[in-house]
């Protein structure tokens, strides 16, 4: 073997090393190839296990002028041939073709692509009007199609691996919340079970004040228990995707009002900046989008306790966008994407009691409404939350 002959091939490899499977590098590599070995046209196909069939995953006409698409049709029964058969197939324009018509003089070369011994596609060339392919052609082509196998092979070994890691985020997400949700039910429990054993003790009598200020104990712990059971059956029923939603023309300005008045009663000292523009109503359900806006308070004061919050009510366009901004420790830019997923909570050294499913809600129930929901953050300077909603939401 020459030296050429040598680089050549070491390029071929060295193409297809460390390269994914996307069109550039199959481009590359099939370019490369026909340095050396001649052809007019090559189509790349894989078996697709959902569609239960052969998907071309490059097509090239190089030589004789045709569009990719036409070129894919060409090949695709021989393509099948080759699949099913799990061999190198060659087969020669049909003794009935008109000589003189080079397009109808197909020269077919189809290799298998493989991967674990199984054929999961092929790689057909075609030449128009010879000539026919030497026995040192074919052992190019093959050494290309192998190349081509290890590229897919890797590419699909990516996949799997991306989707196992995600698996196991998820899994190692559900674990947490489990050790989350019984810290988060014990507590309320113990606080009614012990303020309740206390108050029926019968050695023991409790004046007035002490009775009220006990009872107001399990009372408030009551509801934080059914709040904390109510958000675990929301989110396992939005996962089943059934969450109906009761439209009625809606002015978020006085949704807003409504919620800072209700928690103003719990949180004494709230302290809320609005610039609410005069806005058109929106169709959409009242209690969900209140639902959402006490939970971003609920949060600013969780995370940010303290702070101020300021919010801003804008019409753009078609959509009222509403901006929900606190001055609180922020969210470091990783875990930015992550928080409108189920479960996920933002590990830090301190230890504030939540489920990771409030966002998720949001989320599920802006998203009902076709609208978006997003966070930007400055680590150390604050968090901002925007909704976008469509005027009407129910079209
Ligand atoms: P939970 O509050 O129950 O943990 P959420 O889904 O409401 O769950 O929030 C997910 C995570 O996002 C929280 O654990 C918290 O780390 C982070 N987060 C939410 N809101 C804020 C905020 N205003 N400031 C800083 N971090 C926040």
Redesign the pocket.
């Known amino acids: 073997m020459d030296y050429k002959t040598l680089d050549y091939l070491q390029e071929l490899v060295r193409i297809t090393a460390f390269a994914d499977n996307s069109r550039p590098n199959i481009e590359k590599f099939l370019k490369t190839l026909r340095e050396q070995f001649v052809f007019d046209n090559v189509a790349v196909y894989l078996y697709d296990e959902s569609s239960q069939g052969l998907e071309v995953v490059y097509a090239r006409a190089v030589g004789r002028a045709k569009s990719a698409e036409a070129d894919a049709a060409w090949g695709e029964t021989f393509a099948g041939q080759v699949l099913k058969s799990g061999r190198l197939l060659l087969q020669d324009p049909k003794p009935e073709a008109p000589p003189d018509d080079r397009l109808s003089q197909a020269y077919l070369l189809g290799l298998p692509l493989r991967s674990d011994a199984l054929t999961k596609g092929a790689l057909i060339f075609v030449r128009f009007g010879g000539p026919v392919y030497e026995s040192e052609h074919i052992t190019v082509a093959s050494f290309a199609a192998d190349l081509l196998s290890n590229l897919f092979e890797r590419a699909a070994w990516r996949e799997t691996n991306s989707e196992l890691r995600e698996l196991k985020r998820q899994m190692q997400l559900q674990e947490d919340f489990v050790s989350t949700i019984s810290h988060e039910l014990r507590t309320p429990l113990g606080f009614i079970k012990g303020y309740s054993t206390s108050l029926l003790r019968q050695d023991t009598s409790w004046d007035d004040e002490t009775q009220k200020e006990f009872l107001t104990i399990i009372d408030e712990e009551a509801d934080r228990l059914s709040l904390l059971i109510e958000n675990v059956l929301e989110s396992a029923r939005l996962q089943s995707k059934t969450l109906p939603l009761r439209f009625q023309p809606l002015r978020l300005d006085s949704v807003l009002r409504d919620v800072i008045m209700r928690l103003r009663i719990r949180h004494k000292d709230l302290d809320v900046n609005m610039d609410l523009t005069p806005a058109p109503p929106i169709q959409g359900d009242g209690v969900r989008l209140a639902q959402v806006f006490e939970?971003l308070f609920t949060?600013?004061i969780?995370?940010?306790p303290g702070a101020p919050i300021a919010i801003l009510l804008n019409q753009v366009g078609e959509n009222i966008i509403i901006s929900f901004m606190?001055r609180?420790?922020?969210?470091p830019a990783e875990s930015l994407p992550l928080?409108f997923e189920r479960f996920?909570?933002?590990r830090s050294e301190r230890t504030i009691t939540?489920?990771?499913?409030?966002?998720?809600i949001c989320r599920q129930i802006i998203k009902a409404h076709r609208g978006k929901i997003w966070a930007e953050s400055t680590p150390g300077q604050g968090?901002t939350f925007f909704i976008e909603l469509p005027i009407n939401s129910s079209k």
Do not use: S
């Open positions: 939970n949060n600013a969780k995370y940010a606190d609180g420790p922020g969210i928080i996920y909570r933002v939540g489920t990771g499913l409030g966002l998720y968090t």
